[in-house]
């Protein structure tokens, strides 16, 4: 959800690009329906619906989410219009009940007001009166179709699949061995000694996996017989292909162990084609994977405990020269989505096998397990991994890089001096070891933040940790790696001759252009070869354009890519 100082931020934005760009999960714009109040009091409950659905979020009444320029856009929400019976009429409409909170957000465009509806996640599905809903997916909001709310359902937990109990003896479900690596895996974790001291069936309970003296699904899944998985998961496995090119392989694998189990043999495979770099420091010699071991684990692990294990299919793993790719049935759950997975608070598909894992310490409830992978590859100066949502299935990509060692060295030796790197800051260094600079925009984007925490983000590393050097002002501010730090890791291109003009100088430079070709008769300026001269990018050069134009200097001819600028110089204003 944003607050109202992200949203004024936002509105600003509106001078550059339409507001459906500045969308998300969590953030619509809506025009106000002035025809009818009728109509639009139903879009605010049909709203209200479909963001709570959707894991909760903002809803902004009052701008053309098409227009671009803020007189355009922003049109507003008449005077006459009572938060409080906005508030009444969404409770009254919906099932289960919802409560949205309602601001007002006061404007100079418009009729001066905008109003902001807040949704706080709760347990959905949600639904009007008559049934009907929609739910937040992306920047749409769909129509809640019957597979739409099994997926929610199973989400929220309200039917965790492997919470149902199985029939048959408990001790003939069992495999010794699974119990065995379970317990294993759980003192590489640290988990309580006298947990796992226990006697099988003590263990079982404490876990949550026996209930009136019959093992739940879950625990078929954790510590099952072969058996037993086959017959009360039908669709389950997991398959690991060595692939010779994208449609044929050299080697395949198949299993149907207990998680523990497969997880290992899975890893093991992984592992014996995982090539070893040794990088020399002091005295010390270090081997590192091209895969960095702890990436792979927690991927395969959120592979088997997010699972849709009513979807028949394995969990795949396909191993190219090039790329790992691992795939498990079932979409991201609640709300979760590739640009958010980094923040979003964590969903479990399956409680109560996520339950009994959390009190092993095989899985961590704070939503770490991405944060490990992530950072398990930047560490190493290598790209985070790429995670899609393919409807029906999640696949992780890892791309087979080579060890970048001075920003590993960097890495180290800044960690011997207490500085421990987040993943924001080796996103944002990685993102500049490969482009010369990063805005704020750029910096929120990659690292899943707000503007203003990525401002924040971006300010200490310039101020506290001295790795950046700030250019520009306002919102021409853009960052670069800092001299040293530039050389010390060998970043692309020259740090003095690529370091961009500041705003105010590119604006300078941009008329003293203008003018000379002007006096010499000669073609105006196109917005690559604005770009040209003040290494700015297309956007920031429209941005720079308009200002000029607002100060009389410049006029804009044509649009599109065929547009040009002209100078005007006095006769303008």
């Known amino acids: 959800m944003r607050n109202l100082s992200e949203i004024r931020e936002l509105l600003d934005e509106l001078d550059y690009q339409p507001a459906n760009a500045l969308e998300d999960q969590d953030l619509d714009f809506k025009e106000w329906k002035t025809r009818s109040l009728s109509d639009a009091v139903a879009l605010v409950v049909e709203m209200a619906i479909c963001m709570a659905n959707g894991g909760g979020g903002t809803v902004v009444f009052g701008v053309n989410d098409r227009e671009v320029g803020r007189s355009k856009a922003i049109l507003g929400v008449p005077h006459d219009v009572d938060v409080n019976r906005l508030k009444k009429a969404v409770y009254d409409s919906t099932d289960p009940k919802l409560t ?37 997916v992306g920047k749409d909001c769909q129509p809640l179709t019957g597979t ?49 001291r226990r006697p099988d069936r003590d263990l079982l309970t404490t876990l949550g996996l026996i209930r009136n003296r019959r093992l739940l699904r879950a625990g078929v899944l954790l510590v099952g017989t072969a058996g037993a998985i086959r017959e009360h998961f039908p669709g389950y496995g997991w398959t690991h292909l060595r692939m010779a090119s994208d449609t044929e392989y050299s080697d395949r694998a198949d299993g149907y162990d207990a998680i523990p189990i497969a997880l290992d043999r899975v890893l093991d495979r992984i592992m014996a084609d995982n090539p070893i770099t040794t990088v020399r420091q002091g005295l010390f010699h270090f081997e590192i994977r091209t895969y960095p071991e702890i990436a792979l684990r927690e991927a395969l692990l959120n592979a088997f405990v997010h699972a849709d294990y009513r979807i028949a299919g ?28 980094l923040r979003h608070e964590p969903v479990a598909r399956n409680p109560t096998l996520v339950d009994a894992l959390t009190r092993l310490r095989l899985v961590n409830r704070s939503n770490l397990g991405v944060r490990r992978m992530y950072q398990a590859l930047l560490m190493e100066g290598k790209e985070p991994p790429v995670i899609l949502d393919e409807g029906e299935a999640v696949r992780v990509i890892f791309r087979a890089r080579d060890l970048s060692v001075s920003f590993r060295l960097f890495v180290a030796e800044e960690a011997d001096h207490g500085r421990i790197l987040t993943v924001e800051h080796l996103l944002i260094l990685q993102y500049l070891l490969r482009h010369p600079e990063i805005d704020t925009a750029t910096a929120a984007r990659i690292t899943q933040q707000s503007e203003s925490s990525a401002r924040e983000t971006l300010s200490s590393m310039e101020t506290e940790l001295g790795y950046l050097e700030r250019g520009g002002t306002g919102r021409g501010t853009y960052w670069i790696l800092s001299y040293d730090l530039h050389s010390r890791l060998s970043g692309p291109g020259h740090p003095d001759r690529d370091r961009r003009i500041d705003w105010e100088a590119a604006k300078t ?30 956007q920031q050069v429209n941005r720079l354009i308009h200002e000029l134009e607002k100060e009389g200097q410049v006029r804009m001819e044509g649009h599109g890519r065929g547009a040009r600028y002209r100078y005007v110089g006095d006769s303008g204003r």
């Open 100 to 136: 949205p909170v309602f601001q007002e957000l006061l404007v100079p465009e418009g009729t001066g007001r905008l109003i902001i509806m807040q949704i706080y996640p709760g347990l959905p599905p949600y639904t009007d009166t008559k049934g009907r809903g929609k739910i937040r």
């Open 148 to 196: 739409l709310r099994r997926r929610v359902m199973v989400e929220t937990g309200e039917t965790d699949f492997t919470a149902s109990p199985v029939q048959g003896p408990v001790e003939t479900l069992v495999s010794a061995a699974a119990m065995e690596r379970l317990r294993e895996a759980a003192r590489r974790e640290n988990a309580p000694d006298d947990l796992l």
């Open 314 to 341: 394995p969990l795949l793993v396909k191993q190219f020269r090039e790329r790992l790719e691992i795939s498990n049935p079932g979409g991201l759950p609640g709300g979760i989505t590739p640009d958010n997975i």
């Open 509 to 538: 430079r941009v008329l003293s252009v203008l003018k000379q070709r002007a006096e010499r008769g000669e073609a105006d300026l196109q917005n690559a070869e604005v770009r040209r001269i003040t290494h700015l990018d297309r």
